[in-house]
């Protein structure tokens, strides 16, 4: 009976978790005349964020346009779209979730005393949230006609595990294109 009430709350709660993907599109855009792409380099990413995060949403983007067929050319002025990609990081700083308490206690008569301590188990974390946005641009006269965003944290993995949790950011994004 416990198993069936802890999956039927595990099945509650992943149905109600939202998306972190938002995506933005020109109604007016047949999305079937991209079949070829440009790089628009002049996407944002400060100086916080890791170039080799930047390198991993890049290639992750080219890898998942390829599987559209949408081939890459180097001349943008030959290109249907152009894209543009930018990622901004934030870090914060999260204290343990799991801490240790010392309590003691004192009654009789009526009357109650007690002390309380706790004490965080762990050292401080450091989580690095990130977002990448993708915008595909008609080139011709220079406007957004698809924009997609996503956000998901790191908090230290190795850099196999990273460009894993990039490419299945950036597939979120682009499983949104072309719009339906």
Do not use: H
Request: proline fraction near 4%; charge should be negative.
């Amino acid at each position: 009976m416990r198993l069936i009430a802890l999956l039927s709350v595990l099945i509650l709660v992943t149905a109600c978790q939202s998306s972190k993907v938002v995506v933005d599109y020109d109604t007016d855009t047949d999305f079937g005349e991209f079949r070829s792409y440009s790089w628009q380099e002049d996407g944002e990413a400060g100086d916080e964020v890791d170039p080799l995060l930047v390198e991993r949403v890049k290639s992750a983007i080219a890898n998942r346009l390829a599987t559209y067929l949408i081939a890459p050319v180097a001349d943008s002025q030959q290109a249907d779209m152009l894209v543009r990609y930018t990622v901004k990081n934030s870090v914060q700083t999260q204290e343990p979730k799991s801490r240790g308490g010392i309590g003691v206690g004192s009654g009789g008569g009526g009357t109650a005393f007690g002390v309380s301590l706790s004490i965080p188990l762990g050292g401080e974390r450091t989580v690095q949230e990130v977002e990448v946005v993708i915008d595909f641009i008609n080139p011709q006269d220079r406007k957004v006609k698809w924009r997609g965003t996503n956000r998901f944290k790191l908090q230290g993995e190795a850099p196999e595990k990273i460009t894993e949790i990039v490419n299945k950011a950036v597939a979120e994004i682009l499983d949104r294109y072309p719009p339906q």
